[in-house]
């Protein structure tokens, strides 16, 4: 298959990138690198490596002529306009299940992270501070109320690890789901008004731009923390901003942002904010099973098989 052009257009995972090369011809984001020798190769290109991250908007797909396929390495693929590749018939997958422990870890991590303050209790103990006399006093997370955004895969698993806290497990999703046991609240606000840890994980996207917004800091309040393991885009960074400053909420544990891999000057000066760089399913066991995925859909696509694991949108493609 050396002969089938694949233009990746992300920074590709070293898991990834000697895969594809050693079968594709990978072009390496000529689109943003080398306009004119991207529109030499433009018309030829077959398929598209991205990440969970990466953009491919419709103006790029409509540079593409031959393309039949966007895989993309992750779960998310918000940056991917569905709809324009659909209509030209382009595949589009991603990397679903295989990620679900990893990022519900993480969202577990930072949630105990920011209640325990234990990136400070590091640094009391390395700065010699101990000798002064103990820490201030931090936040119980057994038996306190999860209320989680977004119930799908990744929120189920959450949900699961919350029970193991003895943890009171309730969600807002767009609509309540039938086989989940947990509350259901119709929608964010509620939900943040009747929890302790406020744990978001619902696709990125326009239908979710800014959903945690002021009126649902307000409502989680000062016995409150926000844990964000989805999109960026999904909370009003300006407002958690305000939020944090004015002492509205309790505290927050962050691994996504509005414009990775920039953070405000202001969130990084919280103390009672815990922030990663978008590690969610950084492990190695776990970006080995994406990288294989993502591999896996193009490979079969392009021997004739179906692939893998499309998008919902492209799930039910003949
Ligand atoms: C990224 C993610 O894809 O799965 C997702 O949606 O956000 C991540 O796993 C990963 O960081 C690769 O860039």
């Given at each position: 298959m050396s002969h089938i052009d694949v233009l990746s257009v992300t920074k590709l995972s070293p898991l990834l990138e000697p895969q594809l090369r050693a079968v594709f011809n990978l072009h390496d984001r000529v689109h943003e690198t080398d306009p004119a020798a991207f529109a030499k190769i433009a018309p030829s290109i077959r398929g598209i490596a991205a990440s969970g991250e990466s953009k491919v908007p419709a103006s790029l797909i409509a540079q593409l002529p031959a393309l039949e396929i966007i895989s993309v390495f992750g779960v998310g693929y918000d940056g991917v306009d569905v709809a324009a590749a659909k209509a030209r018939n382009v595949m589009v997958t991603h990397t679903p299940n295989v990620l679900n422990d990893d990022v519900a870890d993480l969202a577990i991590g930072l949630m105990l992270a920011a209640a325990r303050q234990l990136p400070a209790a590091d640094r009391y103990v390395k700065e010699g501070q101990w000798p002064n006399g103990p820490m201030p006093l931090a936040r119980k997370v057994s038996g306190a109320r999860l209320g989680i955004v977004g119930m799908g895969r990744i929120g189920q698993a959450i949900a699961q690890r919350g029970l193991a806290f003895n943890m009171s497990i309730a969600y807002t999703a767009r609509s309540a789901k039938a086989d989940i046991p947990y509350q259901y609240f119709p929608n964010p606000t509620a939900l943040a008004a009747e929890c302790d840890y406020l744990v978001v994980i619902t696709p990125g996207g326009a239908a979710t731009r800014?959903?945690?917004n002021a009126e649902v800091l307000q409502a989680l309040g000062t016995k409150g923390i926000l844990v964000n393991v989805a999109r960026g885009s999904v909370v009003d960074e300006a407002a958690l901003i305000e939020a944090l400053q004015n002492g509205v909420i309790g505290g927050a544990g962050l691994d996504v942002f509005e414009s990775e891999p920039h953070v405000p000057e202001a969130l990084r000066a919280f103390p009672h904010v815990v922030l990663a760089?978008?590690?969610?399913?950084?492990t190695s066991q776990t970006r080995q099973a994406m990288a294989d995925l993502a591999f896996n859909n193009l490979k079969s696509h392009f021997e004739g098989h179906a692939v893998y694991t499309p998008v919902p949108e492209c799930a039910h493609k003949g």
């Open positions: 800014k959903l945690i760089p978008h590690i969610g399913s950084a």
